[in-house]
């Protein structure tokens, strides 16, 4: 398939080599002129990290840099694709008239996707005369790493839409999270985020330290969800499966829910001390390189991950 990937920032880089790495051709375009150049050198630095973890499905770093093609027309990026994945500026106003531009050249039968982790496809499609071929496809970063994809329709996407992209993300190795409609956060948002608010409240309320925090998940309920997720760890950690575990525990977590009906500032005084803390384990200038350091790790976990559901089972 003929694809294209328009903005070429960190999530767009990141797609490209999903793209890619399943056999599509990639164009690849931004607003500025050397965006799309500069991901595919950054995606040329990381190619061998991937291919040492066999992360390449059985191809080449240099088959897969062959299908990556800058272009500077936004036309010609689209002219008779198949597939279109939008990475730009998270502002309603922009993506209202990037989607404009999209239905304009894109083919009638090209799917439209955006990659925005919080704007609802309803605020940014409607105007668009082709609003039926478009809808939001967003990935966990990065997505040529973390295979979970939320795929959510605007009220007047197709199903057959809905169907094509879920379809084409498969092909790429992404497993897509199809919703039935639109929802402000859409899921992962939602489940990270009741996460992090509990996190700060432990720490804003001298529960524990931010280090506590992260090695409970570190080295605890991440152990598991790493290949199971909460619905499936509990069928597995009662006798009688998921029923029993909600008749034997639900009177705990019901009794915790009225404490955590209430907000922290994030960016108040708890911002503080979790700044302090990470700051005093990673200076500001170690950032970047422990960003590749998590970038490696993945792809050992990925790369493990395969393995393991070849030897032990999905």
Same mark, same amino acid.
């Given at each position: 398939?003929?694809?294209?990937?328009?903005?070429?920032?960190?999530?767009?880089?990141?797609?490209a080599?999903?793209?890619?790495?399943?056999?599509?051709?990639?164009?690849?375009w *931004?607003?500025?002129?050397?965006?799309?150049?500069?991901?595919?050198d950054?995606?040329?630095?990381? /190619?061998?990290?991937?291919?040492?973890?066999?992360?390449?499905?059985g191809?080449t770093?240099?088959?897969?840099?062959?299908?990556?093609?800058?272009?500077? @027309?936004?036309?010609?990026a689209l002219?008779?694709?198949?597939y279109?994945?939008?990475?730009?500026?998270?502002?309603?106003?922009?993506?209202?008239?990037?989607?404009?531009?999209? *239905?304009?050249?894109?083919?009638?039968?090209?799917?439209?996707?955006?990659?925005?982790?919080?704007?609802?496809?309803?605020?940014?499609v409607e105007?668009?005369?082709?609003?039926?071929?478009?809808l939001?496809?967003?990935?966990?970063?990065?997505?040529? /790493?973390?295979?979970?994809v939320?795929?959510?329709?605007?009220?007047?996407?197709?199903?057959?839409?809905?169907?094509?992209?879920a379809?084409?993300?498969?092909?790429?190795?992404?497993?897509?999270?199809?919703?039935?409609?639109?929802?402000?956060?859409?899921?992962?948002?939602?489940?990270?985020?009741?996460?992090?608010?509990?996190?700060?409240?432990?720490?804003?309320?001298?529960?524990?330290?931010?280090? @506590?925090?992260?090695?409970?998940?570190r080295?605890?309920?991440? /152990?598991?969800?790493s290949?199971?997720?909460?619905?499936?760890?509990?069928?597995l950690?009662?006798?009688?499966?998921?029923?029993?575990?909600?008749?034997?525990?639900?009177?705990?977590y019901?009794g915790i829910?009225?404490?955590v009906?209430?907000?922290?500032?994030?960016?108040?005084?708890v911002?503080?001390?979790?700044?302090?803390?990470?700051?005093?384990?990673?200076?500001?200038?170690?950032?970047?390189?422990?960003?590749?350091?998590?970038?490696?790790?993945l792809?050992a976990?990925?790369?493990h991950?395969?393995?393991?559901?070849?030897?032990?089972?999905?």
């Amino acid at each position: 398939m003929k694809t294209a990937i328009i903005g070429a920032g960190f999530v767009g880089r990141a797609w490209a080599i999903s793209f890619a790495r399943a056999g599509h051709d990639v164009r690849i375009w *931004d607003a500025n002129p050397a965006a799309p150049h500069a991901a595919r050198d950054f995606i040329a630095g990381i /190619l061998p990290d991937l291919e040492a973890n066999d992360l390449l499905n059985g191809g080449t770093p240099d088959a897969l840099l062959a299908r990556l093609n800058p272009v500077a @027309d936004l036309a010609e990026a689209l002219a008779d694709v198949d597939y279109v994945q939008e990475n730009t500026p998270e502002r309603v106003e922009v993506k209202r008239q990037v989607f404009a531009d999209l *239905d304009q050249h894109a083919p009638e039968t090209a799917v439209l996707a955006s990659s925005t982790s919080a704007l609802l496809p309803s605020s940014f499609v409607e105007h668009v005369p082709g609003r039926s071929r478009c809808l939001v496809c967003h990935p966990i970063n990065p997505p040529y /790493l973390i295979p979970a994809v939320e795929v959510c329709p605007s009220p007047w996407t197709k199903a057959e839409t809905v169907d094509k992209a879920a379809a084409f993300l498969r092909s790429c190795g992404q497993a897509p999270l199809v919703m039935k409609r639109e929802i402000d956060g859409f899921i992962m948002n939602r489940l990270q985020g009741a996460l992090l608010e509990e996190a700060f409240r432990l720490v804003a309320d001298g529960i524990a330290g931010v280090e @506590d925090i992260d090695i409970g998940l570190r080295d605890g309920l991440a /152990l598991r969800w790493s290949f199971m997720g909460p619905f499936e760890t509990i069928d597995l950690n009662a006798p009688g499966g998921v029923r029993d575990y909600a008749e034997r525990y639900q009177g705990i977590y019901s009794g915790i829910f009225p404490s955590v009906q209430r907000r922290v500032d994030w960016t108040g005084p708890v911002m503080e001390t979790v700044e302090a803390t990470r700051r005093a384990k990673l200076g500001a200038d170690q950032l970047g390189d422990r960003q590749m350091w998590r970038d490696r790790r993945l792809m050992a976990l990925l790369a493990h991950k395969r393995r393991a559901a070849n030897d032990i089972g999905e």
